[in-house]
């Protein structure tokens, strides 16, 4: 199966600084990547999607300014928590779907990363 | 809209004992309905795809139905380590896209007791 991985897995972090987590397809090019955040018990929300290349698209009530996106590649796209603030705290998962045929419909998911702001 | 509900919210199982998780939908022109498994502070593992009423898929001690309406996920003799999260989530044509976004159910957490 697709791999999907995430760096940091655990990252803490003061109050006003920025973060950065990776998110990386490791045997398939991703043309499209998306953000998710989860609280506890809950689902995934979407966050974002970005497609290679292109501006991100963020859902409603996501600021953008806040959180950047960046699909630098194929294989890559980084999301930035600029200005953490507490409530910004949560398990940010990132998704790739494959460009090649016959995989293209079906998410993979990274192994999360989890942000507490201080 | 697509909607996605999910039932039970949790199920506790002995070893053993077969059941099924339920996955109701509501949506625009169906792309794929999506089955994951999710284990405690790790993302979602991707299980099967359904693209079409009728069809099932199986892997081990799991077997994923669809209809129009909805889709199971048959757990026959389940054991302690098939305890985890089970999410289910479709993408439909909505927006007008080929490759929409997923829109996830809350997820049923299944407990199998030894």
């Known amino acids: 199966g697709a791999v999907v991985s995430q760096h940091p897995s655990r990252v803490i972090c003061k109050s006003g600084t920025s973060v950065k987590i990776e998110c990386r397809s490791l045997?398939?090019?991703?043309?499209?990547m998306f953000w998710y955040r989860q609280f506890p018990k809950q689902s995934l929300m979407l966050m974002a999607t970005s497609n290679e290349g292109s501006k991100a698209t963020y859902e409603q009530g996501v600021e953008k300014d806040k959180f950047l996106i960046n699909h630098a590649s194929l294989t890559l796209s980084t999301l930035t928590v600029t200005s953490a603030h507490p409530e910004d705290s949560s398990f940010y998962i990132c998704?790739?779907?494959?460009?090649?045929?016959?995989?293209?419909?079906?998410?993979?998911f990274g192994p999360g990363t989890r942000l507490l702001v201080l | 809209e697509d909607q996605v509900t999910q039932s039970p919210e949790a199920l506790r199982l002995q070893e053993g004992e077969s059941s099924s998780l339920n996955c109701s939908y509501t949506?625009?022109?169906?792309?794929?309905l999506f089955w994951y498994r999710q284990d405690p502070g790790k993302g979602p593992e991707f299980l099967f795809t359904?693209?079409?009423a009728g069809e099932e898929k199986e892997k081990e001690r799991l077997k994923a139905t669809l209809t129009k309406k909805e889709s199971f996920l048959h757990i026959t003799a389940p054991k302690p380590e098939d305890s985890a999260t089970y999410l289910c989530?479709?993408?439909?044509?909505?927006?007008?896209?080929?490759?929409?976004?997923?829109?996830f159910g809350q997820g049923t957490i299944l407990t199998v007791h030894p």
């Open positions: 359904l693209y079409s």
């Open positions: 045997d398939f090019q991703a043309t499209t």
């Open positions: 998704s790739a779907r494959s460009s090649l045929t016959g995989l293209q419909e079906t998410q993979y």
């Open positions: 989530a479709v993408r439909g044509n909505a927006g007008g896209t080929s490759y929409g976004k997923l829109t």
């Open positions: 949506v625009s022109g169906l792309r794929g």
